[in-house]
C-alpha cells in the first residue's frame, strides 16, 4: 500500500528557508516521476515542482527560482528545498505522482509571516 509522509513544514518569517521531505512507500520509486503540491485556505491543490526519475525538474512559475526539488532514490524521499519566502507561499504541501494518483499524506503546514 502506497503511503506518503510529509514533513519539515514549520513558521518562517518572510524570506526564510525551509526544507520539506516526503519519504514515499512507492514500489519502482526510482523511476516514477514526483512531484510537490500545495493548498491553500480556500483554494485548489497546484502543483509547485515536479522531478523526473532521470532528475529532470519543472517549476511553477510563482516558485521558479526559489524552490529546488530534488530526490534520493536509496531514501525513497523526495525534498523540496524553500528559499526567500514569501506570505503567499503560506499553504499546507503535499507530495504526490504527476497524475495525483497516489493516496494523499497528511502533508506538511508551511507558515511565513511578513
Known amino acids: 500500500q502506497v503511503q506518503l509522509v510529509e514533513s519539515g513544514g514549520g513558521l518562517v518569517q518572510a524570506g526564510g528557508s525551509l526544507r520539506l521531505s516526503c519519504v514515499a512507500s512507492?514500489?519502482?520509486?526510482?523511476?516514477?516521476?514526483m512531484g510537490w503540491y500545495r493548498q491553500a485556505p480556500g483554494k485548489q491543490r497546484d502543483l509547485v515542482a515536479l522531478i523526473t526519475s532521470g532528475g529532470s525538474t519543472n517549476y511553477a512559475d510563482s516558485v521558479k527560482g526559489r524552490f529546488t526539488i530534488s530526490r534520493d532514490n536509496a531514501k525513497n524521499t523526495v525534498y523540496l528545498q524553500m528559499n526567500s519566502l514569501e506570505p503567499e507561499d503560506t499553504a499546507v504541501y503535499y507530495c504526490?505522482?504527476?497524475?495525483?494518483?497516489?493516496?494523499w499524506g497528511q502533508g506538511t503546514q508551511v507558515t511565513v509571516s511578513s
Open positions: 504526490n505522482g504527476p497524475y495525483r494518483g497516489y493516496p
Open positions: 512507492v514500489t519502482y520509486f526510482s523511476v516514477k516521476t
